[in-house]
């Protein structure tokens, strides 16, 4: 009884050692997982910051078209500078508030009300 006991412990220690040393891949929602939203179904200043995108500004707020690094990787993992991020009017708020929307090279667009932490893919563009 011992050694089936302790040969399983053994078998289980060397599948926590392999799955220790796999390389370790960024976690976060991939393409699939990422809920979609219509523009109609947005905010009405999202709205308009989208339309200000597609025609390539003017942008109220300096830090608008600057790169969104993307360090909570809860988007599709890209090079550096593939997203840029603008921001949508909060109302109430003081300042840029949370709201955002992120705009890929390749022309996706995604729109965050919690300042990164949940993203829905803008469809119907």
């Avoid at 053994?10 to 960024?26: D, I, K, N, Q, T």
């Avoid at 790169?67 to 909060?90: A, C, D, H, I, S």
Wanted: proline fraction near 9%; hydrophobic fraction near 35%; charged fraction near 25%.
């Amino acid at each position: 009884m011992r050694r089936v006991v302790g040969g399983i412990l053994a078998g289980l220690l060397c599948v926590l050692w392999l799955l220790g040393s796999a390389p370790v891949r960024a976690q976060g929602p991939g393409p699939a997982r990422i809920p979609e939203v219509a523009v109609s179904a947005l905010p009405r200043g999202a709205q308009q910051t989208l339309a200000l995108i597609q025609q390539g500004g003017p942008f109220p707020y300096p830090k608008d078209g600057t790169v969104f690094g993307n360090f909570e990787k809860r988007l599709p993992m890209q090079e550096r500078g593939y997203y840029r991020e603008y921001t949508v009017p909060t109302p109430g708020s003081r300042d840029r508030g949370a709201r955002r929307l992120i705009a890929g090279k390749g022309g996706e667009v995604y729109y965050t009300e919690d300042h990164y932490r949940t993203f829905r893919r803008i469809r119907d563009r």
